[in-house]
Every structure is written in structure tokens, then in C-alpha cells.
């Protein structure tokens, strides 16, 4: 047995040596492999691979002592809430995050409470899971070789 963190992993097959790899460099393949696959219209395993980079970028950008463009839009829904302009109901923050990883983890997991049939916008859903996750990429300054290629197909295709 090898050990990843002081946990007890299976011994290699011996086909590749360990890589140490930074979450960074993670992270970036993680959100180009999605953004292809939002352009090849594969909308499903685009959510969840963009989910996973979402998620490792946002909490580089906190242990950089800053928000991640969940935590500001969470933050900008507050200010205009306390302005008198109702946005989100009355939802929670956290009601609101579930909201918004919702399809992301409804995809990923299953478990006896969960339904077998799912009703999901796969589009909407990859769309803005890989926004979310290249806004934290910016904030880290981690170029994404392909954004260009997403922003100019939304241009196209829904004239943004």
C-alpha cells in the first residue's frame, strides 16, 4: 500500500509513475476539457467537469483571501436586498448556493432519497457552471486556452 496524504491507497499497476501535480494545473484542464465538450454539444459531462474546476478555483481564490464569483454574487444579492430590491425571494445564501449546484450535484451523486428520472437544462446548467468557474480562473490569473472559443460561439449562437 502507498500512501496520498496519510491515507492508505491500492499499489500502482506500474503502467505510469506518481506526477505531483498543483491544484492550479488541475484545475486548468478541468475547465478547457469542458468548454469542448460545450462546443461538441456534450452538455452533460461539460456540468460536471466544470464543476470540479468551479469548485478547486473558487477555493484557490479563498485561501487568496478573496471571494469567489459565487461568494460576490451571493454578496451583491444582499446589498440590493437590504436596497429594498428583491432578489432570490427569500432564500438563504446557502438555499441560494444549493440552488445554484443543484444540477451539478444532482448528476454527480444518487443515493435512496434521490429520484432515477431528472428534469435539467443541460445547456443552461454547463453554460453557467463553466462561467462561474472561468470568472474564478480570471480572478487567479490561470489562462484557459479555449475561452475565447466559448465567448465567440455565446456571441454567435445567442447573440450575448
Keep these: 500500500m502507498y500512501h496520498v496524504r496519510g491515507e492508505m491507497r491500492t499499489p500502482s499497476l506500474g ?6 501535480i498543483g491544484k492550479r494545473e488541475i484545475a486548468q484542464p ?5 468548454i469542448a465538450l460545450f462546443l461538441d454539444e456534450k452538455f452533460l ?7 470540479a474546476a468551479e469548485e478547486i478555483l473558487a477555493r484557490l481564490v479563498n485561501v487568496g483571501s478573496e471571494q469567489s464569483i ?3 454574487s451571493l454578496e451583491a444579492i444582499q446589498k440590493l436586498r437590504e436596497a429594498g430590491i428583491p ?3 427569500d432564500l438563504s445564501k446557502k438555499k441560494i448556493f444549493n440552488l ?3 444540477a451539478r450535484n444532482t448528476i454527480k451523486h444518487h443515493d435512496e432519497k434521490s429520484e432515477e428520472i431528472v428534469i435539467i437544462n443541460l445547456f443552461d446548467e454547463a453554460y453557467w457552471m463553466i462561467k462561474r468557474a472561468l470568472a474564478n480562473a480570471s480572478k487567479l490569473g490561470i489562462p484557459i486556452s479555449n475561452e475565447v472559443d466559448f465567448e465567440n460561439w455565446c456571441i454567435v449562437q445567442l447573440h450575448l
Design 15 to 20: 503502467y505510469q509513475d506518481d506526477t505531483q
Design 30 to 34: 478541468q475547465l478547457k476539457e469542458p
Design 45 to 51: 459531462c461539460a456540468i460536471t467537469l466544470a464543476g
Design 70 to 72: 459565487v461568494e460576490e
Design 87 to 89: 432578489m432570490m425571494g
Design 100 to 102: 445554484w449546484n443543484n
